[in-house]
């Protein structure tokens, strides 16, 4: 039994086993390492000495939670899902004998937190926005065939900003009508293009990227300087596009709720919601279903015939 003793020393075997057995991605063990150096510093409280394992306990853990102050409670119950998945770790693969935070509970209440979307008109008016930039020299032409197929992209597939960046010219197969995704814990899943805009948007960019030397291996989406789009880049054309239209706050993720949301209102099973998002659990996307209740009551409470009957 390979064990250790300081909690700097496990927490870096925890973060490396993080990457390599769960796949986690470098967005997620980025915001495990800061809370888990959060900890670490705590228990150090300012002295530059090593923590032993040893000192961490039940108490110690609900010391660290007490003293985050105006934390919001969903960042709390993050917080210490770490801790204990951490733990949780060290006793199954053996690395202390025992968990001494076992069955430790948080008794923060946490709200449901509604998903924000986006207007249909709005999202109409982003994506006529992208095929009326102008400029008619070569670069801006070829910005624009990139904003279109990137906006119709978001909005057709519900994509994670992570997963569109990795999105290369060989994972698209246009016979089969299908895109490959790798998302989530390293999970394949293929997406099917339904939409004839976002069909033919999607061919006019793999057509001009061909034509520029990309092969199947090179990223669907570039930069001015032809390296692959980071997820800020993304970020920054909805932006772009967002203010000519006012100014409007638009990121991808609200592309990801909206698409969700108005296939549920049309009538598409959650199911298939769940296949498109890349959920691992179908509870994950019965979130939806209190947004269209929502939209629902909205919807009655303006177009009931009882609320027009002056009487």
């Known amino acids: 039994m390979n064990q250790f003793n300081e909690l700097n020393s496990g927490i870096k075997w925890f973060l490396s086993h993080c990457a390599d057995h769960r796949k986690l991605s470098p967005h997620t063990l980025k915001a495990y390492r800061h809370d888990l150096d959060g900890f670490l510093q705590f228990l150090k409280d300012g002295k530059e ?66 998903p924000r979307t986006i207007a249909r008109s709005t999202v109409r008016s982003l994506l006529n926005s992208t ?18 197929a990137l906006v119709e992209l978001l909005f057709a597939t519900g994509m994670r900003v992570g997963e569109a960046v990795t999105i290369n010219i060989g994972h698209i197969d246009m016979q089969r009508l299908s895109i490959s995704v790798k998302g989530k814990g390293n999970r394949e899943r293929e997406i099917p293009i339904v939409c004839d805009a976002f069909r033919d948007a999607l061919e006019t960019q793999m057509v001009e990227r061909k034509s520029s030397g990309a092969g199947m291996t090179d990223p669907l989406f570039v930069n001015r300087q032809g390296a692959r789009m980071s997820d800020q880049s993304i970020r920054a054309v909805l932006r772009r596009y967002a203010s000519l239209m006012g100014n409007r706050h638009i990121t991808p993720h609200m592309l990801r709720h909206t698409v969700a949301t108005l296939l549920l209102e049309d009538g598409a099973d959650l199911r298939h919601i769940q296949r498109l998002l890349g959920h691992s659990s179908i509870t994950t996307t019965t979130i939806y279903v209190h947004v269209t209740e929502r939209s629902q009551r909205r919807i009655l409470a303006r177009c009931h015939p009882r609320n027009k009957m002056n009487i």
Request: aromatic share 4%; hydrophobic share 35%.
């Open 131 to 148: 095929r009326r930039q102008a400029g008619t020299n070569p670069k801006a032409i070829l910005r624009k065939t990139r904003d279109t």
């Open 49 to 114: 000495t090593e923590i032993l394992l040893s000192v961490v306990n039940r108490d110690s853990v609900r010391r660290w939670l007490g003293s985050m102050g105006g934390a919001k409670p969903r960042t709390v119950r993050r917080r210490l899902a770490v801790i204990k998945s951490m733990f949780a770790g060290f006793e199954r693969y053996e690395k202390m004998p025992s968990n001494p935070i076992a069955g430790l509970r948080n008794e923060v209440k946490v709200g449901l937190s509604l």
